[in-house]
């Protein structure tokens, strides 16, 4: 079997919809850019087919480039790495599983592998730190349950032409690890199991959970939910004023940061970058606010 066939392998639609994987985590835990909570239960009890990723154009180059990402990964870290091509398992959960993309020989930790394009790049940090995007982080933080590794690195192509990594630590989330878990245990014992799917926390899942009207059938609210109807025209009108805000805060700290790339505040601490990028040819500066630095860090 090559490289190409374990790799389709891994997304064998009949074989997901048996556990939990490390892509369906963040959407448990409506932290997904593309999939919801309410799609994964359905393709965990059958009633929809997860996406048949193995002609996937995009997958198919991850895999390609996913090697020569992983050989240039130990060639500037000195790292030796080695494929794993086995579900891996959580010790005490067995709905808990996965696929990494590399073990680090002789350290208790892994390599996941990613592709960077224009319109994600602004969602990474500076590297040799872990931020990463969140739905990534989760995935990484889903495949440290299931290990029990101390870290895992991540490789990262931008462009296609500049690799970046970063870090993902076990004992800095420790706590996240945990809710991570019992979200995923959950979301199996209470609705795989049973069959009862979770509350449509979005319009996307809403579509999902009632994806036909019934002519002539027509609903009535009672008058404790009437104020439901008040706060969608309310936070409507609030909207546009709050982008508004929002955009003239940026713009304050934009006029402080003038021409540098970093912004510090008063105690030091790195809270905005507003650095050069370069498309077709042309410079542009991306602006990215640091994740909020709570009192006690």
Do not use: C
């Not at 870290?151 to 004992?171: C, H, K, P, S, W």
């Not at 706060?231 to 021409?259: C, F, P, R, W, Y």
């Amino acid at each position: 079997m090559d490289d190409i066939q374990k790799f389709q392998n891994r997304f064998d639609p009949e074989i997901r919809q048996k556990y939990i994987g490390g892509t369906d985590i963040a959407a448990i835990l409506n932290l997904h850019p593309y999939k919801k909570k309410y799609e994964v239960f359905l393709e965990k009890i059958g009633k929809k087919d997860p996406a048949d990723l193995s002609e996937n154009e995009a997958v198919y180059w991850g895999k390609v480039l996913e090697n020569l990402i992983a050989d240039r990964y130990s060639e500037v870290t000195g790292n030796k790495v080695r494929n794993v091509n086995r579900t891996l398992m959580h010790s005490k959960y067995n709905f808990m599983r996965g696929h990494i993309d590399r073990k680090l020989e002789g350290k208790n930790a892994g390599l996941e592998v990613k592709t960077v394009g224009l319109r994600s790049a602004h969602l990474w940090g500076d590297e040799y730190t872990d931020e990463i995007p969140v739905h990534y982080e989760l995935q990484v933080l889903h495949y440290i349950a299931i290990t029990g590794f101390d870290y895992f690195d991540v490789a990262a192509l931008f462009f296609g032409q500049e690799m970046r990594i970063f870090t993902v630590r076990r004992n800095r989330n420790l706590e996240r690890i945990k809710e991570l878990e019992e979200k995923a245990r959950k979301f199996w014992q209470q609705h795989v199991l049973t069959g009862i799917p979770p509350m449509p926390g979005s319009t996307i899942e809403t579509a999902m959970a009632f994806p036909e009207a019934h002519r002539g059938e027509v609903a009535t609210l009672n008058p404790m939910q009437d104020p439901m109807v008040t706060d969608v025209h309310n936070l409507s009108e609030d909207m546009a004023t709050v982008q508004g805000k929002l955009d003239s805060a940026k713009t304050k700290i934009q006029n402080a940061m003038g021409d540098a790339e970093v912004l510090e505040n008063s105690r030091g601490y790195e809270v905005a970058t507003w650095k050069n990028s370069s498309r077709n040819g042309k410079t542009f500066r991306t602006f990215r606010m640091k994740r909020r630095r709570e009192e006690n860090e």
